[in-house]
């Protein structure tokens, strides 16, 4: 084995030198290496679609850099939404939301809400 | 002869320099050494260039000669008579008849091999030269032979090591500023102690090297050249005040640095987020993408702040160091000077 018992320590890494054997270790990388390679190099979002849209491969790299901080915003809000943001909200509040605990400035006031909120909901589920 | 030649043929079939410290000397002059009366083998080269040096003739005076060197601390120049390479590899050398594989791989360093030119080595090399460049050597007023060679050596001997140290702090302060730009890290940089420990270290490098270069005249450091001595009861309270305040300054510099930036991107994301938070998709885009723009610019903004603070406060190393790294060239006390 290319580790060694002792490599990596434990039962891990006795499975990959033992069980998946380095050989197959290899082509595994191999595999994933040249997937990605083809898909750093070759792959181009910009030359296949947005450079009918946009002048320039720098100007589509400086969007796309935005465009990725925005969609990363964006699907660590939705991903767990019902939340009371602990970051200041400037009087907003997401439509529907007003006067609950997700709104309440008050954190442990929004807490006892969010309890109340959660037992009914749970109540509501037991009843269904 | 037979151990000589044998590895000097496989060197050669294998593409590869002659193995032993004193291999290469034979392989180029091996027929002079002959004539001088070399024996052939290689554990006798040390012995031999002893008796060059010495001019003895036979082997045990030589041994004798040796040893009363030795204990006299007459040594070879160079690394021939060291410890390391003199007498470590002897026992090697001495075995009369180990394998050829073995010889080999007793031969082989240890040391991890490098591929010369290499990315790291050639920016390692550039970054230590630049702040090598930062506290150069004086030029001496007489020209550099080997009448002033021991001199010029004296005088590296005495200077601090600022390029070594300047590139150490570099280094160091560099990958820890740019950890604070590696996701799911912050900069070590960031803490209090760890920035200020750095300049409080650098602080205490220099005042160590000042007291030991000047002694009890330290304080003669903080007077300006050309100032009245009744002057000096009024300069050096207030010049140590502000040189004790560079330790301060130089770990503060790089902590606030590190820590504003991040606490600034830290509000103005807490900002952006308000807004995808609680508008409706249309309305967030615009106002979003604006806010996303400003902080993608910040971001950039801290790189250059993470390589700029590295830079900034090994240059004032160099600087507060350096105040106190003048020699003064021993230069020849003696001199024959030729008349026209």
């Known amino acids: 084995p290319v580790l060694g018992h002792r490599g990596l320590g434990g039962r891990l890494a006795r499975t990959f030198t033992d069980i998946i054997k380095p050989r197959k270790m290899a082509a595994v990388t191999q595999l994933f290496g040249r997937a990605f390679e083809k898909y750093f190099y070759d792959f181009s979002l910009y030359d296949t679609y947005f450079n009918k849209y946009i002048k320039s491969r720098g100007q589509y790299v400086a969007l796309r850099h935005v465009a990725f901080v925005m969609v990363g915003v964006n699907l660590l809000i ?5 939340f009371n943001p602990p970051f200041p909200t400037i009087g907003m509040c997401p439509a529907g939301w007003k006067g609950t605990w997700v709104c309440e400035a008050d954190k442990h006031k929004a807490l006892e809400m969010y309890k109340e909120w959660k037992s009914g909901k749970k109540a509501v589920e037991a009843h269904h | 002869s037979l151990q000589t030649a044998v590895p000097r043929v496989f060197g050669s079939i294998l593409g590869r320099a002659p193995v032993a410290l004193g291999q290469s000397v034979l392989s180029s002059s091996s027929s002079s050494f ?11 080269i040390d012995e031999h260039v002893y008796a060059q040096a010495f001019s003895t003739s036979s082997s045990a005076q030589d041994e004798k000669q040796i040893s009363s060197n030795a204990a006299a601390g007459i040594k070879l120049p160079g690394m021939a008579g060291s410890m390391l390479l003199g007498k470590a590899r002897t026992g090697l050398r001495s075995a009369s008849m180990i394998p050829f594989a073995a010889q080999q ?20 090399i550039g970054i230590y030269r630049f702040w090598r460049s930062q506290a150069p050597m004086e030029k001496p ?6 009448r002033m060679l ?19 702090l570099f280094c160091t302060i560099l990958a820890s500023n740019l950890l604070g730009l590696v996701p799911t890290n912050e900069a070590p940089t960031s803490g209090l102690g760890f920035a200020t420990g750095l300049g409080v270290s650098v602080w205490a490098t220099a005042t160590a090297l000042g007291l030991y270069k000047l002694g009890f005249s330290f304080p003669g450091h903080f007077i300006p050249g050309g100032t009245p001595w009744p002057m000096a009861f009024i300069f050096v309270p207030l010049e140590t005040i502000s040189y004790s305040f560079r330790a301060v300054s130089l770990g503060v510099r790089l902590w606030v640095n590190m820590l504003a930036g991040h606490t600034l991107l830290h509000i103005l994301t807490g900002m952006a987020l308000a807004l995808p938070f609680s508008l409706s ?60």
């Open chain 1, 78 to 82: 939705d991903v767990n939404f019902p």
């Open chain 2, 34 to 44: 002959k004539s001088q009366g070399f024996n052939g083998t290689l554990q006798s």
């Open chain 2, 105 to 124: 791989t007793m031969n082989m360093s240890t040391a991890p091999q490098v591929q010369s030119g290499a990315t790291v080595n050639s920016l390692l």
């Open chain 2, 141 to 146: 007023h007489a020209p550099v032979d080997d």
């Open chain 2, 150 to 168: 021991p001199a010029i050596i004296d005088a590296s001997d005495k200077r601090a090591a600022i390029g070594t140290w300047a590139s150490a």
């Open chain 2, 281 to 340: 998709f249309f309305a967030m885009v615009p106002a979003t993408f604006a806010v996303a723009c400003l902080l993608s610019a910040l971001v950039g903004l801290e790189y250059l702040v993470a390589v700029l603070q590295s830079g900034v406060f090994s240059i004032l190393s160099t600087v507060y160091v350096g105040e106190f790294n003048s020699v003064k060239l021993a230069g020849p006390l003696a001199k024959v000077v030729k008349k026209l």
